[in-house]
Each structure stands twice: as structure tokens, then as C-alpha cells.
């Protein structure tokens, strides 16, 4: 099988430099364009050699068509803004599209549905397997727990992250309100300050830190009377989510369009 051709999106990002430092060690797939903003300082430049490894004789662009012209997959953790627009282009193109991207709002995520009626679209919160495991874990806890047992997601990143909670601890919270069987937006507290009263049965709560270079260290805490739960991934390398992002867009060849998960990536779907 031929390899799979790669456009790796906000490449002069943290997870952009990832992937193009790991694509040329990794089997099956190759780097055929390395996308950033029209203004980026790092346009002409090659994009391995630019990040202090080898180079790879792909420089970074902002010419979205001609990278979608020799393309079978977009990987894409850059902003949202440019993840809905490439979310539109991989759609008109039939391109596959892997969605790390964070800080979505609803408007992006109907967006990328929408896209998803025309092409493959994984997108996920987090790309790393153990994360996706934690997330069918914690929806398995709330379900056989109730609201009885409160949850509490906590969850610490690196200073420089800029949106919170982050996408992981909001898929997290998603999987426990799913195994609730109710909606997060209804049954969520965020950011708890002053005189805010006894907490309320049921909701799901989120404690955001921000510090030093925390990669991502994400616990879920169900507290029952007398007894407390806690289940937590602490990720040491981004490399876990660069990696989990290739295998999403190796899984994405033969698929039908639809807007899928790493859970389906992972055969853990209705696991």
C-alpha cells in the first residue's frame, strides 16, 4: 500500500514540530506540505531543519490549495478559527482531516459536523491512547456510580497554554456525563469563586492549574461518603499525541465520511 500523504497543520506549533520531527520514522505515512498562517515568520522555511532536527525538504507554506492538491490526510492542531476553515477546505477536497485542535466552541464543533458530511473527520481532545482508555474508565465509573458519588476533574498544563478547561479535561467530562446520561453544558461548574453555596447534586466539576511545563496531568476524583475514587493519565512526551494523531489518519483510508473519535480509532466505541 502506498504511503499515506500528510499536510501537517499549524506546523510551526508545539504539535506541528512533533509531528514533523516523528512522520520520516513512521511507517506508512509521508510529509507532503507543512501549513502556517499567511504572516507566520516561518514561511520558506524547511520545516525539519526550521525545528533543529533534519531537514526534510518540505518548507512551510500558507498555500492551502496546493498542499491539498497532493494530500490523502490534513493533521491539524492549530487554532480554531483554522481548524473550521480547514475543516471546509478537506471537505470540498474529500481529504481526511484529524482534528487535535482545542478550545472549540459549539459553533466550531457544528461546523466541523457539517464538514464531516463530506469527508472523514476524526477529531478528538486528546490523541493519546491512554487518555481515551481514562475516558471509557470514567464513563464506565459514572455510570455503574450516579450522582451520588460527586466528580471533579482536574487538570494542569504548561503556562503558555491559553484555553481552559483543556480539551481533555472536557472529553473526560463529556465521557462521565455520557455515562450519566446527561448533558454537560447543564451539569457543569467551572471556575468556583466567592460564596458560591453547597455544591450542587450531580454536577461535574473542573479545576484548571496553569504552571512551569506540565505536558498534561489530568485526574477524575468520584467522592462518595467515606470513599474516594481517583483515576489519572499524566502524559511525559507530546510525542503520545503526535503518534496517536498519525494512527488516526492510517485508520481514516477506506472509512466512509462521518465525524468519528479515537475511540473508534481505538475499537473502544460503546466499549
Given at each position: 500500500m502506498n504511503e499515506l500523504r500528510l499536510v501537517v497543520v499549524g506546523a510551526s506549533g508545539r504539535m506541528g514540530r512533533m509531528l514533523t520531527q516523528i512522520i520520516p520514522d513512521t511507517l506508512g505515512v509521508r510529509l507532503t506540505a507543512a501549513l502556517e498562517q499567511p504572516d507566520s515568520p516561518t514561511l520558506g522555511v524547511d520545516s525539519g531543519f526550521g525545528h533543529g532536527t533534519t531537514?526534510?525538504?518540505?518548507?512551510?507554506?500558507?498555500?492551502?490549495?496546493a498542499a491539498l492538491a497532493d494530500a490523502d490526510a490534513i493533521v491539524d492542531f492549530s487554532s480554531p478559527v483554522a481548524s473550521v476553515e480547514m475543516a471546509k477546505a478537506a471537505a470540498r477536497a474529500?481529504?481526511?482531516?484529524?482534528?487535535?485542535?482545542?478550545?472549540?466552541?459549539?459553533?466550531?464543533?457544528?461546523?466541523?459536523?457539517?464538514?464531516?458530511?463530506?469527508?472523514?473527520?476524526?477529531?478528538?481532545?486528546?490523541?493519546?491512547?491512554g487518555v481515551n482508555l481514562l475516558a471509557v474508565l470514567v464513563e464506565r465509573a459514572a455510570r455503574a456510580l450516579g450522582p451520588a458519588w460527586d466528580a471533579e476533574i482536574v487538570e494542569m498544563h504548561h503556562r503558555l497554554k491559553?484555553?481552559?478547561?483543556?480539551?481533555?479535561?472536557?472529553l473526560l467530562g463529556e465521557a462521565a456525563a455520557h455515562g450519566r446520561g446527561?448533558?454537560?453544558?447543564?451539569?457543569?461548574?467551572r471556575g468556583r469563586a466567592g460564596l458560591t453555596g453547597p455544591r450542587r447534586l450531580?454536577?461535574?466539576?473542573?479545576?484548571?492549574?496553569?504552571?512551569?511545563?506540565v505536558i498534561g496531568d489530568h485526574t477524575v476524583v468520584f467522592a462518595g461518603a467515606g470513599e474516594r475514587i481517583e483515576l489519572s493519565h499524566r502524559a511525559e512526551d507530546r510525542g503520545v499525541f503526535a503518534r496517536g494523531a498519525l494512527a488516526a489518519a492510517l485508520w481514516t483510508r477506506g472509512k466512509a465520511p462521518g465525524l468519528y473519535s479515537m475511540a473508534d480509532v481505538l475499537g473502544l466505541s460503546g466499549a
Open positions: 531537514p526534510n525538504g518540505v518548507p512551510i507554506t500558507s498555500d492551502v490549495a474529500k481529504i481526511a482531516h484529524v482534528i487535535g485542535t482545542t478550545g472549540l466552541s459549539q459553533a466550531d464543533l457544528d461546523a466541523i459536523a457539517e464538514a464531516a458530511r463530506e469527508t472523514v473527520v476524526v477529531r478528538s481532545g486528546n490523541m493519546s491512547l491559553v484555553d481552559a478547561p483543556s480539551g481533555t479535561a472536557l446527561v448533558a454537560l453544558a447543564e451539569n457543569s461548574a450531580g454536577e461535574i466539576g473542573f479545576a484548571s492549574l496553569r504552571g512551569g511545563t
